[in-house]
């Protein structure tokens, strides 16, 4: 059969009509040369495919050619039209079938700066017999193009002990879009975002398209905002996590161990052997918070000690002191 124009619209060959309208519009989209910049070539080729495959099954006398004799059928079968040109090119290419759909054609996805958007044009030959009706050409700016509305943000809280380790979350979302007939439909999807260790509250990821649409309007960009949640003990400062410590007056002069539990459950012993004053900060490398950009290294965790001296002490002990610290 050559081209498999069903294959290339993801659909059966029961489709319909809505069917192919609604596989059409959503490759399109995908596909259109201008929303992929890095990889035009490949764009420029499925956006051809995607338009010669809705031109054909969209067209129920193409469509029962191909369906019993494929694509050397209709080019066997293809009869010049009245609108044609002398060199056999049909002008309804596939910015304007895209134009059919969407209002305007080109669309300007901020690809080739404002107000312009880069076009391209097929080699007129190979492809089968369609080449001569794909004839891609240079448009214009026209009018009432769509336009990309704002992005919508969304915060998502994550615990410190997910933006330590890392973690998958998975999002259901609602959102209102268009289908081709210009129907509201109510979508349902569930977003899966990868947390990755170190990340920092107003890290933001984006998923395009994949907000609300309004009629004649591109769907809006949905983002979202990490959040950090409070923590019970540890407190963040940059890459660095930090702890407030209560220890004795006897732990401060005479040496202690800090025994901590870790953001990712470790068991963390800390010797203490400097004499500690009120407010002292006691800094251990490498147990803070992992370093985004520098995988394998972590801030400090930094240790904030407050003393808590006796409320009451016998005429011995505060003698016994006296003589111990007058030196």
């Given amino acids: ?7 290339i619209l993801k659909v059966d060959k029961n489709a319909t009509e809505d069917d192919l309208k609604k596989a059409y519009r959503k490759l399109a989209m995908k596909w259109h040369p201008d929303k992929n910049p890095t990889n035009k070539k490949e764009a420029e080729a499925n956006f051809k495919q995607i338009s010669e495959a809705y031109v ?3 067209d129920p006398q193409r469509r029962i050619v191909y369906d019993q004799h494929g694509e050397q059928g209709l080019n066997d079968n293809r009869q010049p039209q009245e609108n044609e040109s002398s060199s056999g090119n049909n002008p309804r290419s596939a910015e304007d079938i895209f134009a059919e759909f969407f209002g305007s054609s080109p669309l300007n996805f901020g690809s080739s700066g404002p107000g312009r958007s880069q076009r391209f044009q097929s080699d007129g ?17 026209r009018p009432n193009t769509p336009k990309k509305p704002p992005h919508v943000e969304t915060k998502l809280p994550c615990s410190l002990e997910e933006l330590y380790s890392g973690s998958t979350r998975k999002m259901k979302i609602s959102r209102t879009t268009f289908d081709a007939c210009g129907r509201e439909v109510k979508e349902t999807e569930i977003l899966s975002i990868g947390v990755k260790p170190g990340w920092k509250k107003g890290t933001k990821i984006t998923f395009p398209d994949k907000g609300n649409q309004q009629l004649n309007q591109l769907p809006a960009d949905l983002v979202f905002v990490i959040d950090e949640k409070p923590h019970e003990f540890f407190k963040r400062d940059g890459n660095d996590l930090i702890v407030n410590q209560k220890i004795t007056l006897a732990e401060a002069i005479g040496g ?3 025994n901590l539990r870790t953001l990712d459950k470790r068991s963390l012993s800390v010797p203490v052997k400097n004499i ?35 409320k009451k002490l016998t005429p011995e002990q505060r003698a016994g002191l006296k003589r111990a610290l007058r030196g």
């Fill in 125 to 141: 030959g190979g492809g089968g017999g369609f080449s001569g009706d794909f004839n891609f050409r240079k448009h214009s700016e």
């Fill in 56 to 58: 054909v099954l969209s």
């Fill in 256 to 258: 202690t161990s800090i």
């Fill in 1 to 7: 059969m050559g081209v498999d124009y069903y294959n």
């Fill in 276 to 310: 500690v004053s009120p407010g002292y900060e006691h800094v251990v490398s490498n147990e803070g918070m992992p370093i985004t950009k520098e995988p394998g290294h972590r801030g400090n965790l930094r240790i904030i000690f407050e003393v808590k001296f006796p």
